[in-house]
């Protein structure tokens, strides 16, 4: 199982990114995904989860009506699009697949002027 994440950055408060994760190794499209975060000093929390259908499963309170989390099971790929970032939203940003307990290695995000 790899996970690879990528598309983060230094982006302006308001700004918008998407970070994607390219998924390989196993069936991508029967498991459940999760993108999570640990800002700086912080504990890691999970921010969304999709299921294999592209159904979204679980979205943060904090980040809800702003984040969209999506699949492409064509491409092994799932996606955050983050928009209206704030400066809270800077953190490491990490793939998951819980089935097989595997993380990306992680990308930055850093929301700042």
Do not use: H
């Not at 400066?87 to 990308?107: I, K, L, N, R």
């Amino acid at each position: 199982v790899q996970l690879v994440e990528s598309g983060g950055g230094l982006v302006q408060p308001g700004g918008s990114l998407r970070l994607s994760c390219a998924a390989s190794g196993f069936s991508f499209n029967y498991y459940i995904m999760r993108w999570y975060r640990q800002p700086p000093g912080k504990e890691r929390e999970l921010v969304a989860a999709i299921n294999g259908l592209g159904g979204t499963l679980d979205i943060a309170d904090s980040v809800k009506g702003r984040f969209t989390i999506s699949r492409d099971n064509d491409k092994n790929m799932v996606y955050l699009q983050m928009n209206s970032l704030k400066p809270e939203d800077t953190a490491v940003y990490y793939c998951y697949v819980p089935t097989f307990d595997s993380w990306g290695q992680g990308t930055q995000v850093t929301v700042s002027a």
